[in-house]
């Protein structure tokens, strides 16, 4: 006996959904896998979760694979990077001072200009310099991924964003060994030694390790710090967006003839977030559960663009991104210690 229309008119969100189980399936446990070795031996969860999917680079172009891939890559994604306001509060921000707060605010600014410039010194183009300053300036591969969202995409661009996540990655891993050493080598108190970790480290799991290796105050301030620094993303998202709208609309006309919005969802879901969560509404439990839900999310998404990406095409970045990446640290590493010098 066939269906009526209307049946299978209601049942095709249900056979969409389907579709993407065997790619989210895949990327689900080449990310659970990421998680058990980091927890298991430590090390960031992460770069795990990328070299785990690059290694599975073969099943990107499988027709039963791909669709859940994209998703991951692109969907999930978004949802973490929303989620990530789960962890801000107004009371946080304002409890900084002026001082503080533009010191950082200086930081990513110069740090974002920095990377734009060289970027165009290099051979680079403009989403590529502003993505690689971004994700140094804000919160390493977050930033990247977020960023790097509403940028024009081209055959490139999964290729440099991956480039960049591993970089940035491995360059925060050696900043919370290297820069806890540099606060007590200049004597730094907590507070200055808090803004130096939080304002300069790049992921945030890093800028708690290094923070707390020196004592609980400088943990607990380079962590406000931090967060403060991941609450400027949806300024930064806003303005890269606007400032790229022709390009990105251009090369989203040529792919699915539709325009997107200038203001991603994910970043109303951030800005909401923050807002509930400034007026005391997200208890302290479901705030765990959002940040460990977001940091699930993207792990799940680094592994689907690790799947998309080969080591060949990772080498064939060649070192300027490296290089990149390695200045516009040393920049705000810099640059953060001679305005703490100045006060």
């Known amino acids: 006996m066939s269906q009526s229309p209307s049946a299978v008119k209601a049942a095709q969100p249900w056979l969409a959904g389907l579709h993407l189980l065997p790619g989210t399936a895949l990327a689900g446990v080449i990310a659970l896998a990421a998680t058990f070795v980091s927890t298991l031996h430590g090390g960031p969860q992460l770069l795990y979760a990328l070299f785990f999917g690059v290694a599975f680079h073969f099943l990107s172009q499988d027709a039963r694979a791909r669709p859940g891939i994209e998703f991951c890559a692109r969907g999930v994604l978004r949802l973490g990077v929303g989620l990530l ?25 110069t740090t974002i200009a920095c990377g734009y410039w060289l970027g165009r010194r290099l051979g680079m183009t403009r989403p590529q310099g502003v993505l690689s300053g971004g994700a140094v300036a804000i919160c390493g591969a977050s930033a990247a991924l977020a960023i790097s969202s509403v940028l024009p995409r081209d055959k490139e661009s999964d290729r440099f964003t991956l480039m960049v996540v591993v970089t940035v990655t491995v360059l925060s891993t050696v900043a919370m060994v290297a820069y806890p050493l540099i606060a007590r080598a200049l004597n730094l108190p907590p507070e200055l030694a808090g803004l130096f970790i939080g304002g300069t480290i790049h992921d945030v799991a890093q800028v708690v390790g290094a923070g707390y290796t020196i004592d609980q105050a400088t943990g607990d301030y380079a962590t406000i710090v931090k967060l403060f620094r991941v609450a400027m993303l949806t300024v930064v998202v806003v303005t890269v967006s606007a400032l790229f709208k022709r390009q990105r609309e251009a090369a989203a006309e040529q792919h699915s003839g539709s325009k997107p919005s200038l203001v991603p969802w994910f970043l109303w879901v951030f800005v909401a977030l923050v807002c509930i969560n400034s007026l005391g509404w997200v208890p ?60």
């Open 85 to 109: 306001g789960a962890r801000i509060t107004a009371t946080q921000i304002a409890g900084l001072g002026w001082s503080t707060a533009l010191t950082v605010i200086a930081a990513v600014v």
């Open 284 to 343: 302290q439990a479901v705030q765990l559960q959002l940040t460990d839900l977001s940091r699930h999310c993207l792990v799940l998404a680094i592994a689907a663009l690790g799947i998309k990406t080969s080591f060949r095409q990772l080498a064939q970045a060649g070192w300027r991104p490296f290089m990149l990446l390695v200045v516009e640290t040393v920049w705000m590493a810099a640059f953060v210690l001679v305005a703490i010098q100045m006060r």
